[in-house]
Every structure is written in C-alpha cells, then in structure tokens.
C-alpha cells in the first residue's frame, strides 16, 4: 500500500536561511508525488508535482523539489525562507490502482515557522 | 476563475442531527474528491467521483456517510445521525481527472469545518 512520512513535525529557519521540508514515500510502481501548503483556517494550496521527467522539479512561490528514487524521498526545499512562507506543508502520493481516480494520500503535515 | 467552493464554512450540529455539505468545484473539472482532516486523523480520502459516478468509496468511514455528485457538478455529502468523532473540517477537491497518461493536481476548497457537540 502507498504511504508518505514526513519526519519532522515542525522545522524552524531564520528568514533568508534556505529550508528543507523532507518527504519520504513507500509505493508500488511510478510514484506521482506532490506538495501542498496550508496557510491557517484556509484550504490547501498546490505547490509542484512529479510525475516524470527532472528529478528537481519547480513549483510556486519559489519552491522546489527533488525526487530521489533510491532513498524514496521528495524533500521540499528553498533558497531563501520569508517569513510568509509560514504555514502547514503536506506531501501526497497519489494512491490507489489508475483507474480508481487517483485519490491523494497525504503525510501528517510539517508545520512550517520562519522567523525575522 | 472561480476556485473551488464549499459551503457552510462552519457548521455546528447536536449529536444524533443528520449535515449536509455542498462542494462547488472548479467549471469543467471531472473529478471530485472528498476529505477529511482532524488532528487525529490527518488528512483522510473519503470519496472520489468522476462524473457523477462513484468508483471509489473507500475512505467513507461508516454507513452514515454517504455523497452523490449532479450533473457532474455539485456535489453533497451527508452524514447521518452525527458523532462527536465526526467532528472535523471537510474538504473537497476537484481536477480535471486523468487525461491519457497525464495526472493532474486537484484543488482544494476552504473546506466545511464541522462540530458536533
């Protein structure tokens, strides 16, 4: 079955510091992998997605990730922290076979601080 | 354009009071997904619809769950006689489901942030 652990609750950066999120994943086949972010008391928001291709993927807001097939991993990472980058980070895999519409299987959520 | 939109924001209900909640995905999105988040939980898969089938229902947790999806648009789920540990925010996602190879990211609504006391 698909799985994502992400092992950290919370990471803390100084604003300008770069940040890692790390995302690890257990699936069978291809894995579609993809970051979320929640800012309080409002939905999720799409950040990137890897379904082939660059193992560095870009996505909004200055976010990337890379894929590492041999450690299973898609750690999300940025240059430079802003302190509006604060917020819940999910990563997912999609689950289930192709044909069953590919519902999101969601880690438990890093929590996300940037300090000035 | 319009995102997608769920309503009631909040709603509060006495235990044993049957909810309903309303999705508005995205014009033109196929793909409809139902989730659940609560702290104990996390984030849960209930059900997906394309179109206005379900092929997968797996996530809904009890039979007092259930959702239906018209004219491949609105979508409602409803949950029968409440339990406190149905208390949660729901979210709805849709997509514009898969096309060919290609998987697309779904999109999320505000999501319904449900008590039951």
């Known amino acids: 079955a698909q799985s994502v652990a992400q092992p950290e609750d919370q990471v803390n950066v100084a604003e300008g510091n770069p940040l890692t999120v790390k995302c690890t994943y257990s699936v069978s086949g291809n894995p579609y992998l993809f970051w979320y972010v929640q800012y309080p008391n409002r939905g999720l928001q799409f950040l990137l997605k890897?379904?082939?291709?660059?193992?560095l993927v870009k996505g909004s807001y200055g976010f990337e990730a890379e894929f590492n097939k041999s450690q299973t991993s898609f750690h999300l990472k940025k240059p430079s922290a802003l302190v509006s980058d604060s917020a819940l980070y999910f990563c997912a895999v999609r689950g289930g076979l192709y044909n069953q519409g590919g519902k999101l299987i969601f880690g438990q959520g890093t929590e996300l601080s940037v300090k000035p | 354009g319009a995102g997608v939109s769920q309503s009631p924001s909040n709603k509060v209900t006495e235990k044993g009071k049957d909810v309903e909640l309303r999705c508005d995905p995205i014009s033109g999105h196929t793909a409809l997904y139902w989730y659940r988040q609560s702290l104990g939980q996390g984030l849960e898969f209930l059900i997906y619809f394309q179109g206005n089938s379900a092929p997968d229902k797996s996530g809904l947790p009890s039979d007092r769950f259930s959702a239906e999806r018209t004219g491949g648009s609105v979508s409602t789920l409803t949950i029968q006689r409440t339990q406190q540990e149905d208390s949660a925010v729901y979210l709805c996602a849709s997509s514009l489901g898969l096309r060919g190879r290609r998987f697309n990211e779904q999109f999320f609504g505000p999501g319904t942030r449900l008590t039951v006391l």
């Open positions: 890897y379904i082939t291709g660059d193992n």
